[in-house]
């Protein structure tokens, strides 16, 4: 059986197959997920050299998670400090790395922590990175006041004081 048959078979399985609009549901979600591999190499970031040291803050970039465990979503943003050391990020390229790590079933400590990972090996340096995301999984499943998660992750010598510059 392909992935469209089997998620087929699931809907109607709980009793989604009777709903019209449900019927390209199976097409459209497989769809959708093979186009989140988690199987691509990580974009490299791109850089160029900078004798500064003065931290860098990028605030505020949006990212779509999508839960690991009940697969819905958690949207959210980003913010990324990074402290150079000769070496000063494309700040495309960090947005490009976020969805990278982003779209696939994933829980929101691990993006964090794989961002910050990802960021200090290409740029050295210090790199802190937080995520705020609302939770749907929480929400839809009883939870009726919506929260903001926070994660924190860091690397580098120094980068736990970087946040000093997110308050």
């Given at each position: 059986?392909?992935?469209?048959?089997?998620?087929?078979?699931?809907?109607?399985?709980?009793?989604?197959?009777?709903?019209p609009e449900c019927r390209n549901t199976a097409q459209?979600?497989?769809?959708?997920?093979?186009?989140?591999?988690?199987?691509?190499?990580?974009?490299?970031?791109?850089?160029?050299?900078?004798?500064?040291?003065?931290?860098?803050?990028l605030r505020d970039l949006r990212f779509y998670g999508?839960?690991?465990?009940?697969?819905?979503?958690?949207?959210?943003?980003?913010?990324?400090?990074?402290?150079?050391?000769?070496?000063?990020?494309?700040?495309?390229?960090?947005?490009?790395?976020?969805?990278?790590?982003?779209?696939r079933p994933q829980i929101q400590e691990r993006l964090?922590?794989?961002?910050?990972?990802?960021?200090?090996?290409?740029?050295?340096?210090?790199?802190?990175?937080?995520?705020?995301?609302?939770?749907?999984?929480?929400?839809?499943?009883?939870?009726?006041?919506?929260?903001?998660?926070?994660?924190?992750?860091?690397?580098?010598?120094?980068?736990?004081?970087?946040?000093?510059?997110?308050?």
């Amino acid at each position: 059986m392909t992935p469209e048959q089997h998620l087929s078979a699931f809907l109607e399985g709980i009793g989604y197959s009777s709903d019209p609009e449900c019927r390209n549901t199976a097409q459209r979600v497989t769809r959708m997920l093979q186009g989140w591999s988690p199987h691509t190499p990580a974009p490299a970031i791109d850089c160029c050299e900078w004798r500064g040291t003065s931290p860098v803050i990028l605030r505020d970039l949006r990212f779509y998670g999508l839960c690991a465990h009940h697969l819905l979503p958690f949207p959210g943003h980003a913010d990324v400090v990074h402290r150079p050391e000769g070496r000063l990020a494309g700040f495309g390229s960090i947005a490009c790395a976020l969805k990278h790590f982003s779209q696939r079933p994933q829980i929101q400590e691990r993006l964090c922590d794989q961002l910050a990972q990802h960021l200090h090996e290409q740029l050295g340096g210090a790199v802190l990175v937080r995520l705020r995301a609302r939770h749907m999984c929480m929400e839809m499943r009883g939870a009726e006041n919506g929260a903001t998660v926070e994660t924190f992750a860091h690397r580098g010598s120094h980068a736990a004081a970087l946040q000093e510059f997110l308050r």
